[in-house]
Each structure stands twice: as C-alpha cells, then as structure tokens.
C-alpha cells in the first residue's frame, strides 16, 4: 500500500484552507482520556473539520483503549 491521502479542499465546508498539520490529539474512551503522540493529518482552519488517513487512524486505534491488545502491531 503506497497511497497517500492527498486533500486539497475540505470535505465538509469546501475551503481550500485545510492543510496537513502534525499534533498530538487527546481523545476520550469511555470517560478515560488517552493522547496519541505526533499524528499527522488534515485539519480545515475554516470549519475545524480534521481528516484522518489510514496511518492515522491506524496509530490513533493502536493506542486507543479500545483497541489494547498486549502486543500492538507494528506498522506494515
Ligand atoms: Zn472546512
């Protein structure tokens, strides 16, 4: 898999001013709160819409309570 999300407008409000920006993201599970580390992805300065790609998303899923597993899977 080589494909690489590539977004010039924003989804949800068609701006042009959504960009690729580098975070850590705070986010909630079931009232426990958990921060993923340096995730890149597209964030809409317009209508605060944030795109998340498959590495993203998989990273984000990684860490995320949710998804504990005792050995997480390293990224293929
Ligand atoms: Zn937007």
């Known amino acids: 898999m080589n494909e690489k999300l590539l977004i010039k407008t924003c989804p949800t409000c068609g701006s042009d001013t959504i960009e690729l920006v580098v975070k850590d993201i705070t986010r909630k599970y079931k009232g426990q ?3 993923v580390p340096a995730i890149a ?9 944030k795109v998340y790609d498959r590495a993203a998303i998989q990273k984000i899923e990684s860490h995320s309570p949710a998804y504990h597993h005792k050995h997480a899977l390293a990224d293929a």
Request: glycine content about 8%; aromatic content about 24%; overall charge negative.
């Open 33 to 35: 709160t958990y921060t």
């Open 41 to 49: 992805f597209y964030e809409c300065s317009n209508c605060g819409e």
